[in-house]
């Protein structure tokens, strides 16, 4: 069975900017969104996935994610619910462990999340300046959570 162990924390934005590499464009939605079970259809350039993930406990949870035809992702974008998640996705490698970071747009726009995959919930790490407090217990910052109550809509 395919894992994820994954930690989320927000970015200081000034720090980022900073040393922001190229980053890949992503839109994304989710078919299935329930508690516990995600069926996610992803388009990352020009690149198309299909993600189906389980509940989370801590900050493990199932994941199985594959490859399929960008055109069909597309297509399978229309029967998601709204709105679509629209991020760009950057990569920085810090001592060995990669960091995804996401700047959201469209209905998240103005928030920045730093992700980093483990191989075990307790594994050290370091981290860089521009990532700030932990959020990864936080459900709001989940993308299939900000499909139903957008950054945008918090205050």
């Not at 297509?75 to 991020?87: D, Y």
């Not at 950057?90 to 726009?109: A, R």
Request: charged share 30%.
């Amino acid at each position: 069975m395919g894992q994820e162990i994954e930690r989320k924390f927000l970015v200081d934005k000034a720090l980022w900017y900073e040393v922001r590499p190229e980053g890949t464009d992503y839109r994304q939605g989710y078919i299935v969104n329930t508690k516990g079970k995600i069926v996610r259809v992803r388009v990352a350039g020009a690149k198309g996935y299909l993600t189906i993930k389980g509940a989370t406990q801590g900050a493990t949870r199932a994941e199985f994610e594959y490859e399929i035809p960008v055109e069909e992702a597309r297509q399978l974008l229309q029967f998601c619910e709204g709105p679509l998640i629209e991020k760009t996705r950057y990569k920085v490698e810090v001592e060995q462990h990669l960091w995804e970071v996401d700047e959201f747009s469209g209905e998240n726009d103005g928030l920045i999340m730093a992700e980093l995959e483990l191989e075990s919930e307790d594994q050290p790490f370091t981290k860089p300046a521009w990532v700030g407090p932990e959020v990864t217990d936080d459900l709001r910052y989940y993308n299939a959570n900000l499909v139903k109550n957008p950054y945008s809509r918090w205050q």
